[in-house]
């Protein structure tokens, strides 16, 4: 039988949490799955493993904190930058396939974001743009020419390998494909918070091509997750718009700081209308919903695993879940099957995988 297709988006201005549900929606896949990771080193995801150690990556997919049995991958149309995919490929003992067409992000890329313009769309300054803007240019390189530039050392564990070669192998084996997309529907280039975005897009379709995969021509329908949070967050700094914002003090929550650049994240209220416009980009009911933080609204739920669990809340923080579980599936037209209930804990309300 043909394996599974999954794919994982962010719904709002990422930092939602995708880290998180990916580390946990690994647990279903088949041995010998491949991980495909988009995007570049902008922004950081983290995960915990089953030792309960934390991990920040920005390259690599948070199921290789989880399982060593996958594959793990970087996609066609990422932006690598070498030494932080080396080095997270040595603290995680990893071999990490690259495709040899993904864009080589280079030392002059992050020297050219570190003008006073880039601040205007709130960049982290990790190149990525720049090098985006090379490759549409023509002028930047690939890691295909990295690998034949000269020796790496201490990139041994970098491999160059036809990714979407790959992911069909892989399905026809039996074995599943997990796409994990890079930021969120918000920040994507063709949004309605154009030119406060991010140099791409950001929905299942899009990671669909950055993979240059076609599920029409696997036969395979995609089970694309979207991932929402109570409040949203934005980067520090003139980093665009956001919804009734707010303050951590005004909502009696600690601060959070971005993974990548340390700064105190601007948050907001429940944006209903991001997050109707994130899941209809991105297939509308069909679309499996993770909310995760519930822990922020709802600080009983801290901890639980399993669907059993919520019996055990008192009748106020009950209403209070259900309020909000029913309020996200009204204001997106889709289902909420999974809760987060912190840092590294999930309860998962449906089957993951089919029949």
């Known amino acids: 039988m043909t394996g599974m297709l999954y794919i994982v988006v962010g719904g709002l201005y990422g930092s939602e949490g995708k880290g998180a549900l990916c580390a946990h929606l690994a647990d279903a896949l088949e041995p010998q799955s491949l991980v495909i990771r988009t995007g570049g080193p902008q922004a950081g995801h983290t995960a915990y ?36 995919l080396a080095d997270e490929c040595h603290r995680l003992n990893r071999e990490v396939h690259v495709d040899p067409h993904a864009t080589w992000l280079q030392y002059r890329h992050i020297t050219a ?13 990790k190149g990525v743009g720049a090098a985006r803007v090379d490759r549409l240019n023509r002028a930047a390189l690939t890691m295909g020419q990295w690998r034949d530039s000269g020796d790496h050392p201490g990139m041994e564990l970098i491999r160059i390998t036809d990714i979407a070669g790959a992911a069909q192998s892989t399905l026809a084996g039996g074995a599943d494909v997990f796409i994990e997309a890079a930021q969120g529907y918000g920040l994507g280039l063709h949004t309605q918070c154009y030119p406060a975005t991010t140099s791409a897009d950001c929905t299942a379709i899009d990671a669909l091509a950055d993979c240059r995969i076609s599920p029409w021509a696997l036969d395979v329908v995609p089970q694309v997750w979207v991932v929402l949070r109570p409040y949203p967050i934005r980067i520090a700094g003139n980093s665009g718009p956001l919804y009734r914002e707010t303050s951590w003090d005004e909502l009696g929550l600690p601060e959070e700081r971005t993974t990548v650049t340390n700064k105190v994240r601007r948050v907001g209220h429940w944006d209903p209308a991001l997050a109707r416009r994130a899941v209809k980009a991105n297939g509308g009911s ?49 289902k909420v099957h999974a809760i987060g209930t912190g840092p590294d804990t999930m309860v998962f309300l449906a089957p993951l995988r089919r029949g």
Request: proline share 5%; glycine share 8%; charged share 25%.
């Open 113 to 125: 974001e570190q003008d006073e313009a880039t601040l205007l769309t709130g960049s982290t300054r």
């Open 49 to 84: 493993d089953r030792a309960g150690n934390r991990h920040q990556l920005r390259m690599i997919g948070t199921p290789a904190v989880r399982r060593n049995d996958l594959m793990m991958a970087l996609a066609p149309r990422s932006v690598v930058d070498p030494l932080v």
């Open 286 to 334: 069909t679309v499996r919903i993770a909310l995760m933080m519930m822990d922020q609204v709802v600080p009983a739920v801290r901890g639980m695993t399993r669907p059993g669990d919520l019996a055990g809340l008192s009748g106020t923080e009950d209403v209070k879940l259900v309020e909000w579980i029913q309020r996200v599936s009204r204001d997106t037209g889709a």
